[in-house]
């Protein structure tokens, strides 16, 4: 079958290289995408590339499980403002400018493509909302949005980097659907292409569950010394009710599992406290601890095993009494009737501007454990602070065409 794909790829798109090295020229015709060629425009409908609009499109290449760099030049087209985004809507790069149609601007970035798949039989075990992920299928796909997008060509190559793993719930997960985010598909953003990251976690997942769905032992196939594995959970483990669950014995036993497994591949684990939850008191500007023991299990947890801990708990209780009773709603899930066919008004689960201010939170903290990850940061990286957060008349995001009203699972 690959090599089929390999014959099929040499006759249709003469620049590929190998069955895993892969450059196009978007402005020549490209097939849609399809089982013979294993590539194309894939999602939405083909663009007409000789006259770019606003509307965003997708491309798709077949190719296994791993890392691979991506070049992007874009330009040619007068008033170009590209935003590129891979698989379930991880950012990788936010308007990209080519105001003139000589200007040319070339980006590189690293995505990490997975499926369920283990080694034999074994999968993980996706819930049924995950079927129509595009961060579990067999492709990699990018996403090409903003006011003009104008995207001339693309290179794929395998990259051999390291890797930072992300186990959580819905505030780190890939969100497939507007208007819902997480930090763990923002923090993309920041780092270059000298490190990937491979996002794991799911909606309303428990540490336990993760487990059990088998995302540890999917990570710890490909884990390695140099790669990192992030831990945020609290929000479903507090709802467990079984015989021993609680925030000192089950969750702690929990998060003993995950750092035993990641420590015997030579990987380096680091702790999140999970984000708050927007509950104010009735003096509307302090926040009510939602967590109960769980951020103090984590960081005992953390200190006796000597375990880096960023504590978002904290810094997202900044930015949330920060912001301010009425505008921290401008982080989450908030909307009018009229924008999604219901009111929203979801008080744990970040839209995009919250998920964007809570991933520099999270870098912050990795710069304040003096984390070798940070020499990856892009060089547009400024410090961050959750006391002074971005102003969100500001923020810009140019949505996917991809939207659900549906609540993610947890809460």
């Known amino acids: 079958m690959m090599r089929k794909l390999l014959f099929a790829l040499m006759a249709l798109a003469p620049a590929a290289l190998s069955a895993q090295t892969f450059d196009f020229d978007l402005t020549k015709p490209q097939p849609v995408f399809n089982e013979q060629d294993g590539y194309g425009y894939d999602v939405q409908p083909a663009p007409n590339m000789k006259k770019p609009t606003a509307a965003p499109f ?17 330009g040619g087209v007068k008033g170009g403002n590209t935003t590129v985004r891979a698989e379930g809507r991880r950012l990788m790069m936010d308007q990209v400018l080519t105001p003139k149609k000589k200007d040319v601007q070339t980006v590189e970035f690293v995505v990490n493509k997975r499926s369920t798949l283990i080694e034999g039989d074994k999968r993980v075990k996706i819930k049924d909302r995950e079927r129509g992920y595009l961060a579990w299928d067999d492709k990699l796909t990018l ?31 890939d969100q497939n659907y507007e208007p819902w985010a997480s930090w763990g598909q923002m923090i993309t953003r920041f780092f270059g292409p000298q490190v990937a990251i491979s996002n794991h976690a799911e909606s309303g997942l428990t540490a336990r569950t993760f487990i059990g769905s088998f995302r540890l032992d999917k990570i710890l196939q490909t884990l390695k ?3 990192y594995v992030f831990v945020e959970f609290g929000h479903n483990d507090e709802k467990e009710k ?10 702690q036993y929990q998060l003993k599992i995950f750092i035993d497994q990641v420590r015997s591949k030579g990987a380096e684990i680091v702790f999140c406290t999970p984000t708050q939850r927007r509950a104010f008191n009735d003096d509307h500007k302090t926040l009510k601890n939602t967590h109960g023991d769980f951020p103090a299990a984590m960081k005992q947890v953390a200190e006796r095993e000597r375990v880096p801990l960023i504590d978002l ?12 009773f009425e505008d921290s709603k401008r982080a989450l899930v908030h909307y009018p009737k009229e924008a999604y066919g219901r009111e929203l008004a979801d008080n744990t689960h970040f839209n995009p501007y919250g998920a964007y201010e809570v991933a ?3 870098v912050m903290g990795m710069k304040q454990l003096n984390l070798p990850l940070v020499q990856y940061l892009r060089p547009e990286w400024k410090d961050y602070n959750p006391a002074q957060p971005d102003d969100w008349r500001t923020f810009q995001w140019a949505p996917s ?4 009203a549906t609540k993610p699972d947890g809460n």
């Open 225 to 227: 010394k140099g790669d």
């Open 360 to 362: 520099k939170c999270v």
């Open 242 to 251: 079984r015989p021993g669950d609680g925030a000192w014995y089950h969750y």
């Open 401 to 404: 065409p991809m939207t659900e």
């Open 58 to 74: 997708y491309f798709s290449v077949r190719v296994p499980d791993g890392n691979y760099l991506v070049r992007v030049t874009m």
């Open 143 to 173: 996403e090409f949005n903003g006011p003009q997008p104008a995207v001339r060509t693309i290179h794929i190559e395998p990259a051999a980097v390291p890797t930072v793993y992300l186990c959580g719930n819905s505030t780190v997960v």
């Open 313 to 324: 708990n904290q810094m997202t209780k900044v930015l949330f009494e920060t912001l301010g």
